[in-house]
């Protein structure tokens, strides 16, 4: 079903006038709604901007993400041109290579990240990225809903400051790094009693297509370490910034710097 998902055919995705949470309405031009298409049974727009789109898809698997990145103009049809290319990845790359590696090093669960492009006349015009729902709230909606520890214990942000310093130790650099990017689950009741290894709550990065991976043998490097404290200092002001308790904070600083 994830093939058929990202088979759907390039430009079809064009959302009209839908808010998010409604289901989108593609061009009807491309081909039909989403509601027709064999084995999907639900969808919904969850964001939109002016180059991007992300879909909710349920089937008989489960419910999935499709992001869409658009390359529309002059401007950003130069870019295309240079994407995947020795200049740089497209986003759509980038995201599913950082997700790649952060399954691989065990630091989140798999995400089941898969990629697509088109291309016309050797110019990148459509990235997608498709990943399988994570099952948790985003930190930034925990925080709304439950204000100063978004509904989670001191021994949570703990082990919120391992999976930020395990992310980095993964070799992951991500200005992106926002509470609003970074998903929390509880682990099920029957699960492992909590403990270093088992955290109550796990995490799951996702939004990473300003990402990079830092080249083996310059994890220690001056430049590195830079961009490492930059993520950190970000990440600190957005939490701050959504109100979170500053106990809660400095437990997650703790298990960043020096655990």
């Not at 990235?127 to 100063?148: H, K, Q």
């Not at 070799?171 to 689950?185: E, K, Q, S, T, Y």
Request: charged share 30%; net charge positive.
């Amino acid at each position: 079903m994830r093939r058929k998902i990202l088979s759907i055919p390039w430009g079809g995705l064009e959302v009209e006038d839908g808010a998010p949470g409604r289901a989108p309405r593609p061009a009807a031009s491309k081909f039909g709604p989403l509601a027709d298409w064999p084995g999907i049974r639900d969808r919904a727009l969850v964001r939109r901007s002016s180059s991007s789109c992300v879909l909710r898809i349920e089937d008989e698997e489960g419910t999935w993400f499709l992001k869409t990145y658009w390359y529309r103009g002059l401007r950003a049809a130069l870019r295309g041109a240079f994407r995947n290319t020795v200049f740089a990845p497209s986003r759509a790359l980038r995201e599913a290579r950082a997700l790649r590696r952060l399954q691989e090093t065990g630091v989140q669960p798999a995400l089941d990240v898969e990629v697509a492009e088109h291309r016309h006349l050797g110019i990148l015009r459509e990235a997608r990225i498709l990943t399988r729902d994570f099952g948790g709230a985003d930190l930034a909606r925990r925080l709304e809903t439950a204000p100063g520890d978004a509904g989670l214990d001191r021994d949570a942000w703990t082990g919120l400051g391992r999976f930020v310093r395990a992310m980095h130790d993964a070799g992951v650099r991500d200005p992106d790094l926002v509470a609003r990017n970074v998903l929390v689950r509880e682990r099920p009741g029957d699960a492992v009693l909590p403990d270093r290894e088992h955290p109550p709550s796990e995490f799951a990065k996702i939004d990473a297509s300003s990402s990079w991976i830092v080249a083996e043998g310059r994890s220690r490097a001056r430049a590195d370490e830079a961009a490492r404290r930059a993520d950190v200092e970000r990440f600190t002001r957005d939490l701050e910034r959504l109100g979170a308790a500053a106990p809660c904070i400095t437990a997650m600083r703790a298990a960043i710097d020096h655990d």
